[in-house]
Each structure stands twice: as structure tokens, then as C-alpha cells.
């Protein structure tokens, strides 16, 4: 990072830390199908600001993941807002749309604190720091520096944010800073091992029976993998979420598959689309913007309108483009 940038995220950090310690009633929300981290951060920064005296509502569109209920302080996240607040905290969002309609009414945000590289910079004032391997990693290093407090409870979402956004610190940004943030967690009480299963090695029945279909529709062209998730495999397997249990996480390490897909049909004819790739030498956030979506050089998705077919034929055909340009 070049000294003007480094300064610049330096007076843009001092301007969040004096936003949040003089508001009053705050509102921080993140993205639909929430993962990790939208959950990590979400609940990092509420805990912090509700330990800190403050009014604090957290929102997410589609609720907590069953898998992430795990996490203390979940039963305080709402479906949607309610009552005016002072602010309003967008955490882990490249762009506007994806907070769902519940909150999009409420206007331009005042804060868009978030580490994607295709990320907008939609709200009043946007902490976006693109080499950090998540938005609960961000929170880690500026809470204390800002005085909020780090509970063991918050640190407990932190470090869960971080170990889902680097697959268990598998993921090429993974940097010496981000083990020594980690320290400073565990020394807040969390405890490693422990959240590191619950977060990555626990599986309900549900979400292996959604990999078994997914599973047995994987493709393969060269060194581009995929497979689909229909509603009726969702149904099948009486999985309740909208995402993918993971499944793109677990296809994105197979040998020789250079960037892994997968195609998640959604209700009212759209398509959540995931890529994964196995080193940032192919940029798949690329492919996503061109798509509306966005996210990070080797993980990215989109949610595209059309049908599930129709999708992958796009997309697809989109991967090999930037794979013969590349070559």
C-alpha cells in the first residue's frame, strides 16, 4: 500500500471511529445470503458499539444461517429495522443492492466499512480496505484503536468472520497481521480450536445431503469445474437456506481444477453464481462485475436473472473468454 493511500485510509478510519463514538442510536447491517463474515462483522462491530452504551440494531435481510447460530449475541440480529437511527454501518457489502429490500429505502448509508477490491463506495464514507482477507479482520485491528471495547463475545464473531473468509487461513492473502490479530482475539477469550470447528468442520445432515446433489452433477472442461443447486435440491434435502452449505469452498481445492463454479438457483427466476479460484493468477471478480456482482481476484459471485440453464451457458462461456486471455 503506497504512503498517500495508507494516509488517506488513516484519516477515513479516523472519520468512522468519530461517526460511531458520537452517535447515539446506530444501525449496522450486511448482505443477503449471509455469510461468515457478514454474520463475524455484523455482530463484532453491534456487541462492540451495545458494550460501548450505544442504541444498536443489527439487520440482515435473510437472517442468521443456521450454522452461524452457534455465535453469542445472534438473537439480537433482526430481519429489518425499526425506529430512526444516527447512523447507519454497511459491513462486508461491494454495493448497495445487496442489503435486500428491507433497508434499501432507508436512503444513501453514512459508513460502507468493507475488504472487497470491486466494492463501490456507495455510503457518505467508505473504509474499504481490499488487502485484508475479511471485513471481521478490519474490525479486529480498528476497534480497539477507535476505544470500542472487544468482548470475548465479539471477538468470538471476529474470529469466526476471518476463519470462514480464509477457508481455515488457506486463502493466498492470508498475511503474518492477520495471525497477529488473531493472537489479540484468542487473548480476548476466544478459543481457537473451538470456533474453528463450529465454523468449518461442523456439517448438519441437511447441508451433506445439498453437497450430494451438487456433487453428483459435478462437470469438468479443462481445468474449470461446476455443478448446480435447483430449488428441488434444496427442497430434497430440506435445507432452509439460500446458499450453497459451503459447497463451492469444498470444490474450489480439487486437483487441477483451476476455478471451481457453482450455479444456485434462487427463487423468482434468478441464479446465485460462485467462483473460486485456486491462486489470484485468474482474477474471477472480472467475470462478476460483468455480471452486476463482485467480490476478490479468486472469490467471487453474482446473482444473475435468468434461468438455470440459460446462466451457466453465460457464465461458462464467460470463464473460458478470460481463460484464453489469459493463457
Not at 471485513?135 to 476471518?162: F, K, N, Q
Request: hydrophobic letters at 45%; one cysteine or more.
Amino acid at each position: 500500500m503506497t504512503l498517500m493511500r495508507l494516509t488517506a485510509m488513516t484519516d477515513t478510519a479516523d472519520q468512522v471511529r468519530q461517526e460511531l463514538l458520537t452517535a447515539e442510536r446506530v444501525l449496522v447491517i450486511s448482505h443477503v445470503r449471509p455469510d461468515g463474515d457478514a454474520v463475524g462483522s455484523l455482530l463484532g462491530l453491534g456487541l462492540s458499539l451495545l458494550e460501548a452504551g450505544k442504541e444498536v440494531q443489527m439487520v440482515l435481510a435473510d437472517g442468521v444461517p443456521q450454522a452461524l447460530r452457534f455465535l453469542p449475541g445472534n438473537e439480537k440480529i433482526l430481519y429489518q429495522p425499526s425506529g430512526a437511527a444516527d447512523l447507519t454501518v454497511v459491513l462486508d457489502c461491494s454495493d448497495f443492492e445487496r442489503v435486500g429490500s428491507v433497508v434499501k429505502h432507508l436512503g444513501q448509508p453514512d459508513i460502507n466499512i468493507d475488504h472487497h477490491i470491486t466494492n463501490e463506495h456507495f455510503a457518505r464514507i467508505n473504509l474499504v480496505d481490499a488487502t485484508a482477507t475479511a471485513t471481521s479482520e478490519m474490525l479486529a485491528y480498528y476497534l480497539p484503536r477507535w476505544g470500542l471495547p472487544v468482548t470475548t463475545e465479539c471477538a468470538d464473531a471476529l474470529l469466526t468472520g476471518i476463519l470462514m473468509d480464509t477457508i481455515g487461513f488457506r486463502t493466498a492473502n492470508v498475511k503474518p497481521k492477520t495471525l497477529r490479530l488473531v493472537a489479540d482475539l484468542m487473548d480476548a477469550g476466544s478459543k481457537l480450536a473451538h470456533l474453528y470447528k463450529k465454523a468449518l468442520l461442523q456439517k448438519s445432515m441437511n447441508a451433506v445431503k445439498l453437497w450430494g446433489s451438487g456433487l453428483s452433477k459435478l462437470q469438468r472442461e479443462g481445468s474449470i469445474i461446476w455443478t448446480t443447486l435447483s430449488l428441488e435440491d434444496r427442497a430434497r434435502a430440506e435445507y432452509v437456506g439460500r446458499d450453497d452449505a459451503d459447497l463451492i469452498n469444498l470444490l474450489s481445492f480439487l486437483n487441477g481444477a483451476d476455478v471451481a463454479i457453482v450455479f444456485n438457483e434462487q427463487p423468482e427466476g434468478k441464479v446465485k453464481v460462485s467462483w473460486r479460484a485456486q491462486s489470484d493468477d485468474k482474477d474471477v471478480s472480472q467475470i462478476a462485475v460483468r455480471f452486476g456482482g463482485g467480490g476478490h481476484r479468486a472469490a467471487a459471485g453474482a446473482e444473475i436473472t435468468g434461468e438455470l440453464t440459460e446462466v451457466q451457458s453465460l457464465v461458462l462461456d464467460a470463464t473460458r473468454t478470460l481463460f484464453e486471455r489469459e493463457a
